[in-house]
């Protein structure tokens, strides 16, 4: 491009050869000029509209501040209710965890007022001197998410302390601890005596229980009835099988309640005090045999059912 120039100051005219180069620059000089004028005309439209308070800038600066609160209003409301859904998840656990603690005190033979589960524990102290900090949405969170997996591995391991305890219970509840009747007393103890019918030194096998007639006889534990019938030697008497070939013996007993086959807990009245067979009197013979043989019944009463 020739770009010819006159003036009545020049002796001659000029002319200026312009190529594709120097097109180019001027274009982009021209660009940025523009570009930087949009750029101060903006600024300074924004600044007037600050300064004078414009209706239209409040307008688009109060539509970004309610979009900016309604997502933050958003991810409150579900933060808020992903914690509801875990404190609900932690209240069922502990309701579950409470009636377990509950049901493992009374399987351990514990008194119910040590182990209060229907109360928070009393908690308290000196106001602390270091600074108290907030705790964040985050941080809660996260407690949450630690107490929830810390209460599933506690009722996992409660679990298997209450199907211990629970088998420990009933295999107690097969052992004859229990005194055969609530009251009376011991007038013949297990070992040599004078035979009260013979006057000869001879072996008692059992125990015997002084008790007015009528007196309810008790299963000493659990277990199923053998014999129900009446015994030359023994009167009326009743034989459980407790399992792992121990068995208890009462005899003498006035009337006879239990049946052959029935399945009795511990407790439970299978017969009543009298003085039927070998008797001087009213009372209870009380005998625990294993594998045929007698042993001592106050070995077992002494132990802890």
């Not at 660009?31 to 439209?45: A, D, E, N, P, Q």
């Not at 219970?169 to 005194?179: G, M, S």
């Amino acid at each position: 491009m020739n770009i010819i120039l006159v003036s009545s100051g020049l002796s001659r005219a000029r002319s200026l050869n312009v190529g594709a180069p120097q097109l180019a620059a001027m274009g982009l000089t021209l660009l940025v000029l523009m570009l930087s004028l949009v750029v101060l005309l903006h600024y300074f439209s924004l600044r007037h509209a600050v300064t004078n308070g414009s209706p239209y800038l409040r307008t688009i600066l109060s539509g970004i501040q309610a979009e900016e609160n309604a997502r933050m209003q958003a991810y409150l409301r579900e933060s808020l209710n992903t914690m509801a859904s875990k404190l609900g998840e932690l209240q069922a656990r502990l309701v579950r965890l409470d009636a377990m603690g509950d049901r493992l005190t009374k399987v351990a033979g514990l008194k119910p007022q040590e182990f209060m589960f229907d109360r928070l524990p009393a908690r308290g102290g000196a106001e602390s001197l270091v600074p108290a900090r907030e705790v964040s949405l985050g941080q809660l969170g996260a407690e949450l998410d630690r107490l929830s997996k810390e209460l599933e591995d506690r009722t996992d391991m409660l679990r298997v302390l209450e199907s211990t305890l629970t088998e420990d219970y009933a295999k107690r509840q097969l052992v004859p601890t229990q005194k055969p009747v609530q009251a009376g007393y011991y007038s013949s103890n297990f070992g040599w005596r004078i035979d009260p019918f013979t006057g000869l030194n001879a072996f008692h096998e059992g125990l015997d229980f002084m008790a007015e007639e009528g007196t309810p006889i008790l299963a000493a534990a659990g277990g199923v009835v053998v014999f129900a019938a009446r015994h030359p030697q023994y009167g009326n008497m009743v034989e459980i099988d407790h399992g792992n070939d121990l068995v208890t013996r009462y005899a003498h007993a006035s009337k006879i309640l239990a049946k052959v086959g029935d399945v009795v807990l511990r407790g439970s009245k299978i017969a009543e005090v009298g003085s039927t067979g070998r008797s001087t009197g009213t009372h209870l013979h009380f005998e625990v045999r294993h594998r045929g043989a007698a042993q001592n019944p106050v070995r077992f009463l002494r132990m802890p059912g």
